[in-house]
């Protein structure tokens, strides 16, 4: 039962330590990607907004 507990608590630490590396790494290669389009991509923000 104990046990039990605990592999689910670690579990969902586990899951939400990897869903905030992934969302921060996405975030970095976004910002990546976005510098590297160039003008083209921040002008096509800057419609948008």
């Known amino acids: 039962m104990w046990s039990w507990l605990l592999a689910?608590?670690?579990?969902?630490w586990v899951f939400h330590?990897?869903?905030l590396f992934f969302s921060?790494?996405?975030?970095?290669?976004?910002?990546?990607a976005s510098s590297m389009m160039?003008?083209?991509?921040?002008?096509?923000?800057?419609?948008?907004?």
């Open 38 to 49: 160039g003008d083209s991509q921040s002008n096509i923000c800057l419609k948008d907004n």
């Open 8 to 12: 689910l608590a670690m579990e969902d």
């Open 17 to 19: 330590f990897v869903k």
């Open 24 to 32: 921060r790494a996405r975030f970095d290669f976004g910002r990546a």
